[in-house]
């Protein structure tokens, strides 16, 4: 059983929630929160295994609460539940250590399946939703993204284009397509590159494909 946190300041929005996961037979919601601070709290108590948690909220906002809950001693994952408009707050949610997004008008079903990955130990949720925030965030002026990090040295020219498609928001399936391989050599190079770059999730390696320029407007679309 799948133990499901909610945190979001609108209490419809936590119902709503609710309601679309009493439907799932295999989670169940142990907490609610209405900010960051009561999240950080709720991690801590209820034991959660995944956090459905609202970025935009009084107080502590969702991007603080996930910083700390991924530094703290819970073992929770958190997905951040955005709208379009605020993929400014998305990336620095993946920053703070989210494992994931949600968007709020996506359908009950891809709801539930992206709480069942995340559960499970992956990062990357609903792969087209990726690409949609991805496009708006590389949209934006130059001078909003990071610098290069210069944590690429060390990984070779095949890893580093692996690199760039999943900045690119490709799945592994798509990766294999692309580069003409197969799945499960898809999957080693990305295990690769978690380790050699020290990158806690496939979230992660998509920050850091942003970091060292090999994702935006120019690169794989």
Not at 84 to 94: I, P, R, T
Not at 108 to 121: D, K, M
């Amino acid at each position: 059983m799948i133990r499901v946190g909610l945190v979001d300041d609108q209490p419809l929005v936590r119902t709503a929630l609710q309601m679309v996961i009493a439907q799932a037979d295999d989670m169940e919601v142990v907490g609610e929160a209405g900010d960051g601070a009561q999240a950080v709290r709720l991690a801590e108590d209820a034991a959660p295994d995944v956090i459905v948690m609202d970025i935009r909220m009084p107080g502590m906002d969702g991007i603080e609460a996930t910083r700390r809950i991924a530094a703290g001693p819970s073992a929770a994952q958190v997905i951040v539940l955005t709208t379009f408009d605020e993929d400014e707050y998305v990336y620095g949610a993946l920053r703070a250590g989210a494992a994931g997004f949600l968007v709020k008008d996506m359908a009950l079903e891809e709801i539930l399946g992206a709480i069942r990955v995340v559960a499970a130990g992956d990062a990357l949720i609903a792969p087209g939703v990726t690409r949609r925030l991805i496009k708006n965030f590389t949209a934006r002026p130059p001078s909003t993204t990071a610098a290069p990090t210069g944590r690429l040295q060390g990984i070779t020219d095949r890893e580093k284009e692996v690199l760039v498609l999943i900045g690119a928001g490709l799945t592994n399936t798509e990766i294999a397509r692309e580069l003409t391989i197969s799945i499960a050599t898809a999957k080693t190079y990305v295990t690769r590159l978690l380790a050699k770059l020290d990158a806690r999730d496939r979230v992660h390696l998509v920050v850091l494909a942003y970091e060292n320029g090999l994702a935006g407007p120019s690169r794989h679309p």
